[in-house]
Structures are given as structure tokens and as C-alpha cells.
DNA sequence: TTATAGACTATAAGTTCTATAGATTTTTAT
DNA sequence: ATAAAAATCTATAGAACTTATAGTCTATAA
């Protein structure tokens, strides 16, 4: 399960996303409004987001928050470690957050870490090839009532 | 990530799981010794995955736990479930454990829930899939050093 | 030089995770 | 009958993580 700082995150990074074409910066206060996100807890996710390189801010009058490329350079997957930490279903499985589990004897026979192996990787498929642009784009496919009318 | 309760979970029905041939039950103590587990914790965790129908005890002399049906009749999906609720990377996708997520407007064009459900159903194609049966094939065949001395 | 907006630090309530302790109940063997 | 064995049940508690909020500091632009 995702925890809402991952959530909160990526509808942050999709409402940039959606600006991204204006070059205008999006404010702190304006982004959690429209998502309907906490104000402060949001500070600190765009923070966190902007150093790891996804985000571009600029302080004082007429600043606020960029994505730092093209929304479809920014896969989901990404977003995802870095608020979760990593993307694997065990600490054994983690490239970026490995650790050993203290009662295994043998990963390289452990069942349960085989299975879950398989899950990381089905993740990551889906996950690492899903940008934000196509994120949009799946919001829209899906939002046929707003434009029938 | 999968807690460590669910991991030990596993790690026992597979031991139980090794043993059900020989309709013997196993007690706590033996499956926490043999599986390097904390006794009284795998105690609240044998006992939850009885109360779901997955285990059937004996007391007394004698008693200790037994799978309830044969290890290919019981899907890694359905432990997991029974021990973190739910596969669902977010609540508003779980069947079982089905919540609204507050700050979403509108669940059906939520991008976020569309790829998520994609994990999702990646997830439970793969653990509903793999049986205990399954995982002790896997270890079998993944460790054949045991055997060829 | 003042208002604006992000950056940073601290804190804290709430929840979940991980685990242990102790008393109780059921069953078997003697 | 009774003693021993083993699961069952209830309570508790520390640690870690989640989800925030508050307040101060720093950079920027008008």
C-alpha cells in the first residue's frame, strides 16, 4: 500500500505536469488547493521531490514550482522510490534499499524472495514504462463528459 | 514492502507445509526454533491464520498446528491478504478492504488509480498463481547443492 | 526595502509494527 | 483423577513510521 505522501506527490506532479507547457511557475498554495492536498505536509513532499532533481523552484514574487523536464521523462516509478524508498516487496529484493533479512539462511534459495521477485518486476514494468505524460493522457481518455457537452 | 509478520507468516506455512504428508501437527516452539521465528510472536500469527480457516490446532499432548488443506490448495495471495489486509497498492482499489481516498474528486478518471489497478492485478495474477506447493518446488529446484554430494 | 514565496528545523499526535508476559483452556498420558 | 503439555486469549509496551503543523530563515522581485 502506497502511503498518502506518495499519492499526495504524484497529483502534485500531474497538476505541474498540466502547466508544464505555460513555463510559469505553480505556487505552493495554489498547487494544494486545486488537489486539495495539506499546505505544509505538501512543502515538504515538493522539497523532498525537488531535491531529487524532479522539480525546479524559484523563491519570492512570482515564484513557486517547475518540473524539471518533460513530463514524459518523469516516470511513475520514480516519483514512487522516491517517497516509498524503493519499489520491492522485501528489503532483500531493494537495489537502492537493500537489506538482508536477519532469519533468512540462504536468499539465494529463499522462496518467498523468488516470488516476490516476480512481483518487483511486473511493478517495475508497469511503473518505469508509465510517465506522467501518459498519466494525463489516461485522465483525459477517461474524462469523456467534461469535453461531450 | 511486505511486514515482517507476513514474511514469518510464510516462512511457517512453508515449514507446515513441508510436513503435511506425515499428518503430524507442529508446535509453536518447534516451527520458531526450525525457522529462526519469535516464538510468542508467531504464536498471534498461527493463531490469526487458523481463525481464517487456513490452519486447524491441537491442544494438549501431542498437538501443535497443521495446514488445513493441501499446500497446492493454498494460494501466497490469500496469506498475504490475510496478513496486510489487502494486495491493493491503494484503498480505494481493495475489494476486502475498499476505502474512498478523501482528497480524490473523481475515482473513475483518477490516473493514479488507473495505473495502480494495472499493479494491482499484475500482483494478483502472480500470488494468486503461486501456491505453497509452488514456493517448495521453487526452493527444491533452486537448491541443488543439497543433493548432489 | 518591503512583500512574497520557498527552505529549513522542530515538534507532536496518531497509528502500525514488532514483540513479550502471563493467565487460561483443552487435551493427553499416567 | 491428576499432572503435564500445548494452544488460546488478553494485555501491554517500546519503536518506528505516518501525517501532519508551527515558526523561523533566506532568496527574490517589484
Same mark, same amino acid.
Do not use: W
Given at each position: 500500500m502506497i502511503s498518502k505522501k506518495t499519492k499526495y506527490a504524484l497529483k502534485a506532479l500531474m497538476a505541474l505536469a498540466r502547466?508544464? =507547457?505555460?513555463?510559469? #511557475?505553480? !505556487? &505552493?498554495?495554489d498547487l494544494a488547493a486545486s488537489e486539495r492536498l495539506p499546505k505544509k505536509f505538501l512543502e515538504l513532499i515538493l522539497l523532498d521531490l525537488k531535491n531529487e532533481g524532479l522539480l525546479v523552484s524559484k523563491k519570492g514574487r512570482g515564484g513557486g514550482y517547475r518540473l524539471a523536464r518533460s513530463?514524459?521523462? @518523469? #516516470? @511513475?516509478?520514480? @516519483? /514512487?522510490r522516491i517517497l516509498e524508498g524503493t519499489l520491492s516487496p522485501l528489503p532483500c529484493l531493494s537495489h537502492? %534499499?537493500? !537489506? +538482508?533479512?536477519? $532469519?533468512?539462511l540462504d536468499e539465494g534459495t529463499c522462496a518467498i524472495r523468488s516470488v516476490m521477485k516476480e512481483v518487483r518486476e511486473a511493478t517495475v514494468? /508497469?511503473?518505469?514504462q508509465t510517465s506522467l505524460q501518459n498519466m494525463l $493522457?489516461?485522465?483525459? %481518455?477517461? +474524462? #469523456? &463528459?467534461?469535453? =461531450? /457537452?
Amino acid at each position: 500500500m502506497i502511503s498518502k505522501k506518495t499519492k499526495y506527490a504524484l497529483k502534485a506532479l500531474m497538476a505541474l505536469a498540466r502547466n508544464y =507547457s505555460s513555463q510559469q #511557475p505553480t !505556487q &505552493i498554495a495554489d498547487l494544494a488547493a486545486s488537489e486539495r492536498l495539506p499546505k505544509k505536509f505538501l512543502e515538504l513532499i515538493l522539497l523532498d521531490l525537488k531535491n531529487e532533481g524532479l522539480l525546479v523552484s524559484k523563491k519570492g514574487r512570482g515564484g513557486g514550482y517547475r518540473l524539471a523536464r518533460s513530463p514524459d521523462l @518523469v #516516470p @511513475v516509478g520514480q @516519483v /514512487i522510490r522516491i517517497l516509498e524508498g524503493t519499489l520491492s516487496p522485501l528489503p532483500c529484493l531493494s537495489h537502492r %534499499a537493500y !537489506q +538482508k533479512c536477519e $532469519e533468512c539462511l540462504d536468499e539465494g534459495t529463499c522462496a518467498i524472495r523468488s516470488v516476490m521477485k516476480e512481483v518487483r518486476e511486473a511493478t517495475v514494468r /508497469i511503473l518505469d514504462q508509465t510517465s506522467l505524460q501518459n498519466m494525463l $493522457e489516461r485522465a483525459a %481518455a477517461t +474524462k #469523456p &463528459i467534461s469535453f =461531450s /457537452i
